[in-house]
């Protein structure tokens, strides 16, 4: 069992894309991949299981622990496993390196190749490779040229062996295909055959020049991960339903697979498209999406608007993250600041700011007693979202820094608010969801 990271010098420097062709052609020659993505962006790995067709998780080490990211990734062997950075290699929070590639490659001993934006530079990138291989202790077994001159890359080769880094090729500048572009796509469509058609594309193109079987050989080279054992209990039968269409289509895996691992049946339903909930539900999850660009479409299916409030009101154990936060208002305005009826469970509307009104990670801890927590229990997550609620909630302290405010509606039977859950940074959020949807 193989893993290998693709990190990058900067972000937007191309390295998911990189990392994205690495997949697509490791899949298109038989090798069994998975990927995962370091930090807390649901969107990558949706790309990767929609687009590419692989198991995509995610690992951040605000999050986790050490031995919780390596558990996972024994949890998930492939045959090879690449995991794609998030930033530069060496960024965290706030210069400290936390929470960052460097960190987590370490935390797993990943063999790393280093991407490169090599627009406008030549002689100047040998500067560069040897700024970040120098830097620290680290990973860094190779590098990888991203947009580069085809010219360029034989003497970018001897530049690199004069300083012993081994060069694993180069992706060419591509004119036709905008992989920088895919998560505006998947807003639009989760499956569309196009995007589908631009990686394979993407993927015969990089094949050409990056050095595929230099890179499976460098993957098979990563150490056994030594890891305690994660406890998970068996708490019971549930039946649980959890939101997937375009609407709500941002999740992430892990929290499926441990709601399994402790007993739950998962039955995948669309707030868009079915007229009720489905039968026999011992518990609801409504996840992250896009509600806003389809509140038209939501608002008509009053049906099920009906059914969710219903049971929700009766008491049902709920999640409601993000977007599904969003659906549970009275009212929620869509991406032209036209006002759309929801599910009435919250009293208030969701509007859109233009700007991020939250960015970046945080830690709540429970002022009350609830449907995931004691009172005095915590967790750590990430906060991103432009919309904002007349009524986001007080029942959790949300503590960012020196930064302190309130948020969250939540019961016994409820979770709704913005900020998204990772079961794993928190398993007993998962344990106590379960007994209550067993109960």
């Not at 370490?106 to 830097?135: N, R």
């Not at 080279?221 to 649980?240: F, Q």
């Not at 993000?322 to 009275?330: P, Q, R, S, T």
């Not at 009212?331 to 006002?339: A, C, K, R």
């Amino acid at each position: 069992m193989g893993r290998v990271m693709i990190a990058g010098t900067s972000d937007g420097c191309g390295k998911t894309a990189v990392a994205c062709a690495v997949m697509q052609i490791l899949k298109n020659k038989g090798i069994e991949v998975n990927s995962f993505k370091c930090g807390p962006d649901c969107l990558d790995p949706v790309f990767d299981e929609s687009i590419i067709g692989i198991k995509a998780y995610n690992i951040d080490s605000y999050m986790m622990d050490k031995n919780t990211i390596r558990y996972l990734i024994n949890e998930h062997k492939a045959e090879i496993t690449v995991i794609d950075g998030i930033k530069g290699y060496y960024d965290g929070i706030n210069f400290t390196g936390k929470a960052g590639t460097h960190e987590i490659s370490v935390f797993t001993k990943t063999p790393t190749i280093l991407v490169m934006d090599c627009t406008g530079m030549t002689t100047s990138a040998g500067a560069v490779i040897k700024g970040f291989t120098k830097f620290r202790n680290n990973m860094i077994r190779g590098v990888i040229f991203n947009r580069l001159d085809p010219k360029t890359y034989p003497k970018l080769q001897k530049l690199c062996a004069a300083m012993r880094i081994r060069c694993y090729g180069y992706i060419p500048k591509m004119k036709s295909v905008v992989m920088e572009n895919k998560h505006l796509s998947l807003i639009t469509d989760l499956e569309i055959d196009s995007l589908k058609e631009k990686m394979q594309s993407f993927a015969e193109q990089a094949e050409k020049t990056l050095d595929i079987d230099g890179i499976i050989e460098l993957a098979k080279s990563a150490r056994e991960l030594k890891y305690r054992p994660m406890n998970i209990p068996y708490v019971g039968k549930a039946r649980i339903a959890v939101s997937y269409d375009k609407a709500f289509c941002l999740y992430y895996r892990d929290n499926i697979d441990l709601l399994k691992k402790m007993g739950a049946e998962v039955v995948l339903f669309s707030p868009m498209q079915d007229e009720k909930l489905p039968d026999g539900i011992d518990g609801l999850i409504l996840c992250g999406g896009y509600p806003e660009v389809y509140a038209s479409e939501l608002s008509k299916n009053e049906p099920m608007l009906r059914s969710i409030k219903t049971a929700v009101d009766s008491g049902l154990p709920t999640i409601a993250e993000c977007a599904g936060f969003m659906y549970l208002h009275e009212s929620m305005y869509d991406i032209t600041g036209v006002p759309y009826d929801m599910a009435g469970v919250i009293q208030g509307s969701c509007y859109n700011s233009d700007v991020p009104v939250k960015n970046g990670y945080i830690e709540l801890v429970s002022n009350t007693a609830n449907l995931l927590l004691k009172r005095g229990g915590r967790f750590r997550t990430y906060e991103y979202h432009v919309y904002e609620s007349t009524n986001p909630g007080s029942t959790f302290t949300v503590n960012k820094g020196e930064d302190t405010w309130k948020a969250i509606n939540s019961s016994p039977t409820l979770y709704a608010g913005f900020p998204h859950l990772h079961f794993y940074t928190n398993p007993k959020m998962a344990e106590r969801f379960m007994r209550c949807c067993v109960k």
